[in-house]
């Protein structure tokens, strides 16, 4: 009896300890996390095209369409729920195993803070705030994309230097050839299309998206991850309206400007070699 008792515990930890390989072999690689940021949101503040604007990361010009005063928060969500969807619908994307996640997901104010905490939380691997441009002249057209500056002078108060600099200027160069690529078919012009966040600049610093991603780029366990912000179009300009925003091809842009981020961020995901700890800024 005693005997019999001790082959049965003897089989029930060998079945125990196999059933805990099984499930750790079961268990499903973590997802990487793709968090997108729909610029703006909440109550509607028109942007000062001059830069002396100053917000809490929701209202530096917060740009609307001239005839169809279509608002640049609207449309940010519109692009961010569609290029979640174009992931969700995306083998290679499901191959890659990536998850997408939005900072809001409805018509609300958040602060930049509280946008970068979001990238934070999430330990996102690619995070992209979308925004729609505008320009003093409203003739300004074309794709940019913005990365935290390497040595950023100052913002606020924080030092928002960015050891990661190299690695998210290479992101942002595949996203701007990318994005503005699927609009030319429908009037963008790629030759306009441009990367910004050296400490030159030109006023790019200044942008509260900007200081969004600085906040993020504070969180070194986010070293893997790449940053930016993308101005997709400028649609105060009427010649862009006509062409982005026009009853049958603002859906059909959308869903180029989603299938080429979706290509872009799979590209970099094949191609990335991260680094391998996270670096010391230096200020
Ligand atoms: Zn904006």
């Not at 040595?151 to 230097?161: G, L, Q, R, S, T």
């Not at 180029?256 to 200020?283: G, Q, W």
């Amino acid at each position: 009896m005693k005997i019999q008792s001790s082959l049965i515990a003897a089989a029930a930890a060998i079945f125990s300890v196999s059933c805990l390989i099984a499930l750790a072999q079961e268990k499903a690689p973590e997802p990487r996390v793709v968090v997108l940021d729909p610029g703006h949101g909440g109550r509607y503040i028109p942007g000062k095209t001059d830069g002396t604007q100053r917000g809490d990361g929701s209202s530096w010009n917060n740009t609307k369409s001239p005839k169809k005063g279509i608002l640049e928060k609207d449309l940010t969500l519109e692009y961010a729920l569609e290029i979640k969807k174009a992931f969700e619908a995306s083998a290679r994307a499901k191959g890659l195993n990536i998850k997408v996640v939005l900072t809001r997901y409805e018509d609300k104010h958040m602060s930049a803070l509280s946008r970068a905490a979001v990238a934070v939380q999430q330990s996102a691997d690619v995070f992209i705030s979308l925004h729609f441009n505008a320009s003093g002249s409203h003739r300004a057209h074309g794709t940019k994309v913005f990365i935290s500056s390497e040595k950023h002078p100052y913002w606020e108060y924080v030092n928002f230097n960015n050891p990661y600099a190299k690695e998210d200027r290479a992101f942002a160069h595949q996203l701007a050839d990318a994005v503005a690529g699927a609009l030319e078919p429908f009037g963008g012009d790629p030759e306009n299309r441009y990367v910004h966040g050296d400490s030159k600049g030109d006023g790019g610093f200044f942008k509260d998206g900007l200081r969004m991603l600085g906040y993020a780029r504070q969180d070194s366990h986010l070293y893997q991850a790449v940053m930016n912000l993308i101005e997709i179009e400028f649609i105060d300009n009427p010649r862009v309206e006509s062409w982005l925003l026009s009853e049958e091809t603002r859906p059909l842009a959308r869903k180029a400007v989603a299938l080429s981020m979706v290509d872009a961020i799979c590209d970099h995901f094949e191609n990335f070699t991260p680094p391998s700890a996270p670096r010391k800024a230096r200020y």
